[in-house]
């Protein structure tokens, strides 16, 4: 019975990547296609109907990531993951209503760097101080 639950166990973990790096890819492409929509009613569906659910389902796997995982929200990459993913929504929400420009695809793709960053290093507040 041990080795069935453990099998279960490793199946929903790796369900979660899957729906995690499912959103990732929802909050980029509606990103990538809300700044080479022509017109303000695209660049609205690309941002409310792709980009916003596709976080959304981000932040809802990896939360549940971090409780498979026993890593608290207030690490320094997840809570950075989180803080600067929202300050990319947020400037991703701006440009909808604003013309395009390089300053409005960089206020959304540096803060989604910094996050792919610390995805991938994991730093943490021991590391730190």
Same mark, same amino acid.
């Given at each position: 019975?041990?080795?069935?639950?453990?099998?279960?166990?490793?199946?929903?973990?790796?369900?979660?990547?899957?729906?995690?790096?499912?959103?990732?890819?929802?909050?980029?492409?509606?990103?990538?296609? *809300?700044?080479?929509?022509?017109? %303000?009613?695209?660049?609205?569906?690309? !941002?409310?109907?792709?980009?916003?659910?596709? @976080? +959304? &389902?981000?932040?809802?796997?990896?939360?549940?990531?971090?409780?498979?995982?026993?890593?608290?929200?207030?690490?320094?990459?997840?809570?950075?993951?989180?803080?600067?993913?929202?300050?990319?929504?947020?400037?991703?929400?701006? *440009?909808?209503?604003?013309?395009? %420009?390089?300053?409005?695809?960089?206020? !959304?793709?540096?803060?989604?760097?910094?996050? @792919? +960053? &610390?995805?991938?290093?994991?730093?943490?507040?021991?590391?730190?101080?």
């Amino acid at each position: 019975m041990a080795g069935a639950s453990h099998y279960w166990g490793t199946v929903f973990h790796h369900v979660l990547h899957v729906l995690k790096f499912f959103g990732v890819m929802l909050f980029a492409g509606g990103s990538v296609a *809300s700044f080479v929509a022509r017109d %303000s009613v695209d660049r609205r569906l690309a !941002v409310h109907a792709l980009a916003t659910p596709g @976080l +959304l &389902l981000t932040w809802a796997a990896g939360y549940a990531l971090s409780l498979t995982l026993g890593v608290g929200l207030r690490e320094l990459w997840t809570f950075g993951g989180l803080v600067l993913s929202f300050v990319a929504h947020l400037a991703l929400l701006r *440009s909808v209503n604003h013309m395009r %420009s390089a300053f409005a695809i960089g206020s !959304v793709a540096l803060p989604l760097f910094a996050v @792919l +960053l &610390l995805m991938v290093f994991r730093p943490t507040w021991a590391g730190i101080l």
